[in-house]
């Protein structure tokens, strides 16, 4: 799977493990349409390993810790249900050690599906996969939300309650340390404590993290942003044209960037790429408008086609890249914007400007994730990568997938 995208479960009874090279914390938390717990019986982890539908199976550091869950057995008024990890090893981040979630049947351990987090840095919690209730059927979310401030950023943000010692007078003479924060979980042996280090206030989600829809009209992207290209919860659009434009930061001096799209199946394995010198991809579903070498002139200096409806089963990411194919760096370059167009209509969309530009050759703009349900999502990106060609876009992009 590929953050974003969900797949139907097709058991009801299923277990997600959490895989990777150290040790994990795995908990699950039972949501309502709030998207809150109940109460912090809800909260389930190594030192309360059952609730109501959801147990915490420990793999005693020889196999991973999951969550296993029998949809069946939830309670009325459970919608969703959170998988999260940590490393166990206080204050360690994700950075190089990036978790893999496997959801299995429970009952005969077959694979469901596998998740990766990509691109993890500081984070030293995440919200991993969701299962959740959609139109009476259940189904599983790749999620790869962080957290910079471990599993009590997590847990509050869901509305389990984690206490603080109020703080003291100072001491006349040095005062013994204070004891970190512990969620309300029942009582448990003395030897274990709950995996929640100190946290004074939730984690704040990535620059314009969150999605939205066009029920509202155009829209203008955050880096990190998604939009669903749905309108009243139907599908909008068939085709969608994608505009690249850009302007040389000092006078008289040309730039020729280059705009690509490059297509991926459902392991993040790259089926086609379509740039200047290959205009047209996938039986025409994909279409370059042609090579624009100096930037000049106003409005879209290159323009790619997608026909939705016509792409393939096997497509189900689209990542949009820019490249300075003469070597320039991007602090040479104003004004970078991808803009979302109605293929039909040319009416503007979504648009993200691009800010900040780093010393790089190679940006990843924009990506498209499709559903299960056949909707596709667009979300703003804006990394920079050292690359001339779309060639060496081919693995960053996967990894933004």
């Excluded at 969900?6 to 277990?15: F, I, K």
């Excluded at 930061?249 to 790259?270: C, E, T, W």
């Excluded at 089963?313 to 167009?341: H, I, P, W």
């Excluded at 349900?373 to 779309?390: L, Q, Y």
Aim: one cysteine or more; hydrophobic letters at 40%.
């Amino acid at each position: 799977m590929t953050s974003g995208s969900n797949l139907p479960l097709p058991t009801a009874r299923v277990a997600v493990d959490v895989a990777a090279p150290v040790r994990l914390d795995v908990s699950g938390l039972l949501l309502t349409a709030d998207g809150k717990v109940r109460s912090d019986d809800d909260f389930i982890f190594y030192n309360q390993p059952a609730g109501p539908g959801v147990t915490h199976r420990s793999g005693g550091g020889a196999a991973p810790d999951a969550i296993v869950v029998d949809t069946s057995a939830l309670p009325p008024g459970i919608e969703k249900i959170v998988v999260t990890a940590s490393p166990d090893a206080a204050g360690q981040t994700f950075q190089g050690i990036e978790p893999t979630a496997t959801v299995r049947n429970a009952d005969d351990g077959s694979a469901i599906a596998t998740f990766t987090p990509p691109q993890l840095g500081t984070e030293t919690a995440l919200v991993v996969v969701e299962l959740y209730l959609r139109g009476g059927a259940w189904k599983v979310r790749a999620v790869g939300q962080g957290y910079a401030n471990g599993l009590a950023g997590i847990a509050t943000d869901f509305g389990v309650t984690v206490e603080e010692p109020a703080p003291a007078a100072a001491p006349a003479a040095p005062a013994a340390p204070v004891a970190p924060p512990v969620t309300q979980a029942p009582p448990a042996p003395a030897a274990q404590t709950p995996p929640t280090p100190p946290a004074p206030a939730p984690a704040a989600p990535p620059a314009g993290a969150g999605k939205i829809n066009l029920d509202k009209g155009r829209v203008s992207l955050q880096k990190n942003q998604t939009v669903s290209l749905v309108k009243g919860g139907r599908p909008l659009l068939s085709g969608v044209k994608m505009g690249l434009g850009w302007e040389p930061a000092f006078r008289g001096k040309d730039i020729d960037l280059d705009a690509s799209v490059i297509a991926y199946g459902p392991q993040r394995n790259h089926i086609e790429s379509c740039y200047f010198g290959r205009l047209q991809i996938l039986n025409g579903a994909v279409q370059h408008s042609g090579d624009n070498l100096t930037g000049e002139g106003a409005g879209d200096d290159e323009v790619i086609t997608v026909h939705l409806g016509a792409l393939p089963d096997t497509v189900t990411g689209l990542v949009f890249v820019v490249n300075s194919f003469t070597g320039q760096k991007f602090t040479e370059v104003a004004k970078a914007y991808c803009r979302l167009m109605d293929g039909t209509t040319g009416e503007e969309l979504v648009r993200f400007d691009l800010t900040g530009a780093e010393p790089q050759t190679g940006v990843i703009m924009a990506k498209f994730i499709r559903q299960f349900s056949g909707e596709w999502e667009m979300t703003a990106i804006g990394d920079f990568v050292k690359s001339r060609t779309v060639r060496g876009m081919v693995k960053p992009g996967a990894a933004a997938l």
